[in-house]
């Protein structure tokens, strides 16, 4: 059997791993439009800081490839599936033979229709080359506005404000992210923004105007004057990458549709990571997802059983600060703080019916991990001892 993977994120990697490590052993072909595939979350954190190179935030180093016998194509771009002639086209005409396709092809950062939002100095922050033109932007005293104070938003924030940056940040909602981490825990997070000198609107943009002074931004509500910055960033979400497989006539609307196993409406197409989704409910747009989904198609493609499902997972970094949420928060009807916000190390645990449901950990991974076994096995928790932080949570899980 043949299998072509488009796409060399978190996505496509993971399934072309997960298909050798469940003894695949046909033909493998991975195609990606950059050069080796790299990780993504660093672009926002370490990459754009500096502290790490391409080479550093490999997803594989270059000999994987090979000892994996995954004929990686990279630099190449899919133009067109032909899955009725069990092909794959790329630029120039070449065709890929395939009996199973693989859609790992993500998305690209969003960019809202505001006047102005295509100017050289606004910023979106996607890939590698995003990231670098960004930091380039990002010098000791630049005046830099941050829209949208969600996971990205955030953390360009926090890495322009480490750069010596003069940073706004502006965001229409007041606690941004409440749905995933509750709305104390967000807005705890939200506030530590300002105890790093960033200046914290709330307001959408309306306009970008070009001045000789910089950017000219007007906000809307009109209750703040409109301001000129120097390089603006929009992070204000995500649009999953559905042409190919809209052009295919596959079922892609916000995500090229996929059931459990990640199969699209066409049974020789899967799609996987933050191009997919499925019926269910919205895309996760993490890395776990991603990764998971890789897992997921692979074991498909392979006909073994899918990995147990876990409760799902995302991490995040802002100004010295390692967040681990698990579960969903939104599910909740009583949250218990395990610690106090002062602590260097807290967590906010979501219940329902006496189990527990999500979990927000700050500095505190063996405590996601705890809630994550608590989520999985669904074990009965007492709040109050969840609470009390000489409580060994490893301990609750064994009660
Ligand atoms: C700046 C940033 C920071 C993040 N931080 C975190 C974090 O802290 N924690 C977390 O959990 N998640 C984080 N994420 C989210 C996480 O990185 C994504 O969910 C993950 O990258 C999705 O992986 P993917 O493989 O589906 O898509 P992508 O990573 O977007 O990869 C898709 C790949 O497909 C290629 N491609 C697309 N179309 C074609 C085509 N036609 N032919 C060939 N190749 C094609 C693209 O070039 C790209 O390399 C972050 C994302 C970004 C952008």
Redesign the pocket.
Known sequence: MRVVV???????VSTVAALRAGGFDGDLTL????EL?Y???P???EYLAGGKDLKQIALQPPHWYDEQRVRLINQ????ALRPAHGAVELTGGLLLRADRVVL????G?ARPPIPGGDGERVHV???ADDADRLRAALTPGARVLVVGAG??GA?VASTAVDLGCEVVLTDPVAKPLAAALGGELAAWLHELHARRGIVTLRAGVESFAETPDGIEVRFTGGFEPSRAFDAAVLGVG?VP?TA?AAAAGLEAERGVVVDDLQVTSNPAVLA????ARTRRGPRA??????QHDGARAAAAILGTRPPAPTAPW????RHGRHVEVVGAMGAAGRVVVRGSFDDPAFSVFGLRGGLVVAAAAVDDSSAARAARRMIDRRVPVHPRRLADPSVNLRALLRA
């Open positions: 488009v796409g060399g994120g978190i996505a496509g195609v990606d439009a950059g595939p990780d993504r979350p672009l926002s954190k190449s771009t899919v133009t790992a092809t993500g998305g950062a922050l996607r890939t996971l990205i953390e995500m990458v190919l996987v990571g933050d191009a747009e993490h890395w776990e997802a991603a995302f991490w995040t970094d």
